[in-house]
């Protein structure tokens, strides 16, 4: 899927990015292999749309003044969590016979039997994946089905993820495991407080105390029958 994204080159930098947005635009730059940083601004409405489809994984056709299009990538935004709006994007061009790399989110999908009937916990132990490979072979995510753990100890590596073999996972192991399903943890018995420690001691010491009290009486009542 390749989406079309106009730009204009900008020249306002620092404050006056206030009003470049004011105007329902957003700052960005474009960069890459041979290309010096070029300063543009693009209609808000009109990225958010395409962003929503294309994310930071898929090619854009960006046509700066009108110009021919350059293929880019959305290498990066920022976001104004107050307004709820994109402040700014970075975007890279690339060349579709370059291998680019990328990060994708691992996503979880169906019900463990482990989970659901046993009380087993699963555990995400990775959550994203950098990948490298042609921009024509990106992908946006990559699916991970729980469904098939039955029991505790189940796991999905790396090795099992099913990914096509033009892609290329960086930074990981075959045997590195993506998730898993562990036995529920055992609830231990509360440890006795400190309170309950020394009413037990005070509880023993009246024991011990009633006992001497009964053997000096035991004691006199022995003597007097002497006499």
Do not use: W
């Amino acid at each position: 899927m390749t989406l079309k994204l106009e730009a204009n080159k900008r020249e306002q930098t620092g404050k006056q990015l206030y009003s470049l947005r004011e105007k329902g635009l957003i700052p960005a730059v474009l960069y890459g292999h041979g290309l010096q940083n070029v300063n543009l601004a693009v209609d808000l409405v009109k990225f958010e749309k395409i962003f929503q489809q294309a994310g930071e994984n898929t090619i854009i056709d960006l046509s700066i003044d009108g110009s021919e299009p350059i293929k880019t990538m959305v290498a990066d935004v920022q976001y104004d969590p107050v307004k709820h709006r994109f402040i700014h994007t970075d975007l890279k061009k690339v060349k579709m016979d370059e291998k680019v790399t990328a990060t994708v989110a691992v996503e979880f999908f169906g019900e463990s039997p482990a989970v659901k009937n046993d009380g087993g916990i699963l555990l995400h132990n990775i959550s994203e994946l950098e990948i490298r490979c042609l921009p024509t072979d990106l992908i946006h995510e990559v699916k991970v089905d729980i469904s098939q753990f039955n029991n505790f100890g189940d796991a999905v590596a790396i090795k099992d993820l099913k990914l096509s073999d033009k892609i290329e996972i960086i930074g990981h192991e075959p045997e590195d495991v993506v998730a898993t399903v562990t036995a529920p943890r055992a609830e231990e018995e509360p440890a006795p407080s400190a309170t309950d420690a020394e009413g037990e001691g005070a509880a023993e010491a009246g024991k011990t105390a009633e006992a001497d009290t009964g053997s000096k009486a035991e004691d006199k009542i022995a003597t007097s029958d002497k006499k």
